[in-house]
DNA sequence: CTGTTAGCGCGTTCAC
DNA sequence: GTGAACGCGCTAACAG
């Protein structure tokens, strides 16, 4: 074929508009150039921005997204028609068994978690334990050392990411030789609030408040507004996420960049699906401290009469 | 085939976890179960939602949803494998001519806007003009007279959406016999504080202003709030989009359901595709006012000595 | 290096 | 009613 007839193959293929099927091409290829991501749900804001930089990166290696939103984890894997419509498998944020890991890659090819981890399987997820850890070291660097931690808790127990952003604050509190103080409440739109009603109600009140989230923070400032006490006049209040809403309520908080999580996680599935050899097939990327204006030094304790 | 041995098959296929590829069946049929939505990025909390409430509803329809985030819009058509790869195509908040949507429509079938509205074209989006004209008429009712609208505007001018919004301020101003004062600047995380820092800067500031979107709203706050102006004290502030913050910030706004218009978009879209006659094929969906704490009647104007 | 052909997995049709 | 064969659009392997 000669390189005129090629140019003109191409103009004619512009003219018409043509682009190849990856319908019919995926199946003799075997791939179909699609990834599918499962996700709980694309409304928050962190779930959101994952899948956001997941679909550039991937968009970026040519390769399509599908996403689905499952809540329940049981019927999930039935619901999708996996086998020979997508070429690897993204979980964001679900609490896997390696048994139903292993059926996904069975069905789906290649698994990659993101903010979770298993033994054994591909995943991209952030320091949560050096994140809480940093804070807390954040709140006892400015003098405090009632330090309280509200997160929230089923009763099914606590995901791996909640468990390792307690386990930070535990570490660093008993570090310093302090006392950890943990309140957890049901997850919801209350639990910041109900945490920090619990917490007023002590008889000290802490003088620093950590929260396992943002979403909990944002709760817990709320309902320290409506009770009249000052952030961080009488009590420092740090979130973890970089919320959008966390600049909005000047929160100091610390910044796990969902967005690059998901990119990250891109690159990685694309290297797999692609046959390359990724570099590493479990990535840890760190975070960072923000801070902003909910954090100051404790008011110096009024000396009794 | 008698039942027993469909019985068994289905036994069969649930064993080695079977699933029909929709690749190979598209092939043959025509149809690929898939629905791409091209959407400026998944991140802001409003296109997020959009999304979450299509596919939802894409999911119950049994579609998938191929999800492409496309900033420029000149190229968007060309990078997208969209001929033989969906069955419709769903542009949300994206301004597209009408020759975009008929060559969109040539290489993807069905075109649907969400956000947007095109003369012909099958779209799903919300009363703007009733929003901003009832969220002004919140004011007037308070006893606002001085009321100020700030929004953003590029300089390719403004979106459709935006303009309906402004108009509804407009005609709601003047309905009332007042005067509309209007404030824009170039979009971005600037904008409401720019406005603020202008509105502040006249003579006789507003009592209230209306913001063109919640995000306008935040940074107005921040400004508010950082030049020691108490909300609603001296200023009643109220947004556009119930964005999470909003209800963080106590603001009062219009509550535009995205995921809402998702859902319902994505019920339009199945029918399109599966072929039934959709009752109507341009929605329009109404807002509604959510009062909150930054809004109030003005201070009593204090009386010249 | 170019042109031809088989067959990927499925739905439809046509013959039985 | 059941079953076989064709072809959807494409790629890979092969023959020229």
Redesign the pocket.
């Known amino acids: 074929?000669?390189p005129e007839v090629r140019d003109k193959v191409r103009a004619a293929a512009e003219e018409l508009s043509?682009?190849?099927?990856?319908?019919?091409?995926?199946?003799?290829?075997?791939?179909t150039c699609r990834v599918a991501v499962v996700v709980p749900s694309l409304r928050p804001w962190y779930f959101a921005s994952v899948v956001s930089g997941l679909g550039h990166a991937l968009h970026e290696a040519g390769l399509d997204m599908l996403v689905h939103q499952v809540g329940h984890l049981e019927d999930w894997i039935h619901t999708l028609p996996l086998?020979?419509n997508s070429d690897a498998l993204v979980a964001v944020a679900l609490e896997l068994t390696e048994e139903q890991c292993a059926h996904a890659a069975d069905m789906a090819g290649p698994v990659v978690l993101v903010g979770e981890r298993l033994p054994g399987r591909a995943s991209v997820h952030i320091d949560d334990h050096a994140g809480t850890a940093g804070a807390t070291r954040h709140l006892l660097n400015l003098g405090h050392a009632r330090i309280a931690y509200i997160g929230s808790r089923t009763d099914g127990g606590m995901s791996l990411s909640s468990t390792a952003r307690l386990n930070g604050y535990h570490e660093a509190m008993t570090e310093a030789g302090l006392e950890p103080w943990t309140v957890t409440k049901s997850p919801g739109p209350g639990c910041g609030e109900l945490a920090v009603g619990e917490l007023l109600s002590h008889q000290s009140p802490p003088t620093a408040v950590l929260a396992e989230s943002d979403n909990v923070a944002l709760g817990a400032h709320r309902a320290l507004r409506r009770s009249g006490v000052p952030v961080p006049g009488a009590i420092s209040l740090m979130g973890f996420d970089d919320h959008d809403v966390s600049s909005a309520l000047d929160l100091t908080t610390v910044d796990q960049a969902p967005q690059t999580l998901g990119r990250v996680t891109g690159h990685l599935v694309a290297d797999l699906v692609q046959g390359r050899r990724p570099s590493d097939t479990c990535v840890e990327l760190p975070v960072q401290i923000v801070p902003r204006q909910s954090t100051a030094a404790p008011r110096k304790r009024r000396t009794s009469p």
Chains 1, 2 share one sequence.
Do not use: C, E
């Open positions: 074929m000669t043509y682009a190849v099927s990856r319908n019919a091409s995926g199946l003799v290829t075997g791939r086998r020979h």
